[in-house]
């Protein structure tokens, strides 16, 4: 039974498990391919992390990069 894959993209701020020292957990999605680079609401700083290990950690989007037009 396949897993379903996180729907996220790039601009997406997103909401992940561990939160970040500086008190946010809220990231801005600023990089994809097979590493994503997301950056800290916060404090502004940028981290990179493997595409799977994203995934993992991904616990929701937050406020997505372009809204569902209906």
């Known amino acids: ?7 996220f993209q790039l601009g997406d701020v997103v909401e992940m498990k561990k939160g970040h020292p500086c008190g946010t957990n809220a990231w801005k999605v600023i990089r994809m391919g097979m590493d994503i680079r997301m950056k800290c609401t916060g ?8 595409r799977t290990r994203f ?3 991904l616990r929701k989007v937050l406020i997505p ?3 569902p037009v209906e």
């Open 1 to 7: 039974m396949p897993m379903d894959r996180k729907k």
């Open 43 to 50: 404090c502004g700083h940028s981290v990179l992390l493997p």
């Open 55 to 57: 995934e993992k950690r």
């Open 65 to 67: 990069a372009d809204p």
